[in-house]
């Protein structure tokens, strides 16, 4: 998720409008703690790649890694940084799509439609 709350209302609004379930952290370390508790299964994370404590990158590193053997949840990159090569960094870090900020709902459905195609391929 994202630490910026006007962020984690869009991402939740858009969310609830379609029908799905959303967790809301604002730091990596919250991310990976829910996923390692395997309380929950997450199917897909929408990460900041700027969030404190541990940034969206460091926390894709180990999302993978504890997910070795286990299917790991989609991660979508968010970021205000859209320079070149931006998203092709984040890529090689592991996460699986890429949205820059400011959100707009039709890049969001499109992603989350990227990661349904794959969610279903792997079952």
Known sequence: MDDNLTS????????DKWQMLVVV???GSEALTL??????????AV??????EMDG?????RIKADCAGQ???WIIALTANAMEGD???YLQTGMDDYLGKPIKSGELAAALARAATRSRADF
């Open 57 to 61: 990158l460091e926390a894709t590193r």
């Open 8 to 15: 984690q209302r869009i991402l939740t609004t858009l969310a």
């Open 47 to 52: 990460l900041d790649v700027q969030m404190p």
């Open 87 to 89: 998203q092709e960094m």
């Open 35 to 44: 996923l390692k508790e395997g309380k929950q299964h997450f199917d897909l």
């Open 25 to 27: 952290f604002s730091c």
């Open 71 to 73: 299917q790991a949840p």
